[in-house]
């Protein structure tokens, strides 16, 4: 039973530039859901995709937009990068109508 | 606005003995409470949770506490080992059917040998 995998692992970009991060979820997943973890904080919540639409958002700038395709897999982009985009940015799956959600590795990303 | 909070940064115990680990909570809307572990560089991993309808549930050596009144709920570890040492973190949420998480801070445990 695969469980939710993400890519890139990390990920190194310069201030402007934008970024494209890739969530495939658990087996039987429909719902993705994006959050960013900061150095020594809990992760915040920044959106929710089911049926290929953003069904919640956390209080995340516009530079934060996602999508989900067909398959339930999920990509998060952030345009023009700040210093403070720099995180671990977790990807978690869910069944709709289930309770508990099921997070990926990660992906570490530094803005420089 | 601090909804979830995890007061102790760190929490160090004896292995064989029980770890209890503390959340606060202010949003009296939160439901349904999860407690995650963590390891470096790896993504949480869910360990146990608990609906608001409930007081107490137990899975293995964890077991998780709610206290509405207080808007508290614990952890307990019993007995801890020292691969239980990971960051925790207590999580909870509006509504059922997967909502969004509020996380806290999250505790360091470390159980030595």
């Known amino acids: 039973d695969a469980g939710v995998t993400q890519s890139p692992t990390h990920l190194i970009k310069t201030r402007g530039q934008q970024v494209t991060l890739r969530c495939s979820p658990k087996?039987?997943?429909?719902?993705v859901s994006w959050y960013q973890q900061a150095l020594g904080q809990g992760p915040q919540f920044i959106f929710q995709?089911?049926?290929?639409?953003?069904?919640q958002r956390g209080n995340f700038p516009d530079r934060f937009s996602g999508h989900q395709f067909p398959n339930y897999s999920s990509e998060l982009n952030v345009n023009a990068l700040l210093l403070g985009d720099s995180a671990l940015y977790l990807c978690a799956s869910s069944l709709i109508g289930t309770d508990t959600q099921y997070f990926g590795p990660g992906t570490r990303l530094t803005v420089l | 606005d601090q909804q979830v909070k995890q007061n102790s940064p760190s929490l160090s115990v004896q292995e064989g003995r029980i770890s209890i680990l503390n959340c606060d909570y202010t949003?009296?809307?939160?439901?349904?409470f999860l407690w995650y572990k963590k390891y470096p560089a790896e993504g949480p991993t869910f360990l146990i949770s608990i609906s608001s309808i409930k007081d107490k549930n137990e899975d293995g050596r964890f077991t998780v506490f709610l206290n509405k009144s207080a808007k508290h709920l614990s952890l307990h570890i019993v007995p801890s080992q020292p691969g239980d040492s990971a960051v925790y973190f207590c999580a909870a949420s509006e509504e059922t059917s997967g909502s969004r998480l509020t996380f806290g801070e999250g505790t360091q445990l470390t159980v030595n040998p």
């Open positions: 087996s039987g997943h429909d719902t």
């Open positions: 949003n009296s809307m939160f439901d349904y």
């Open positions: 995709y089911y049926e290929e639409e953003e069904r």
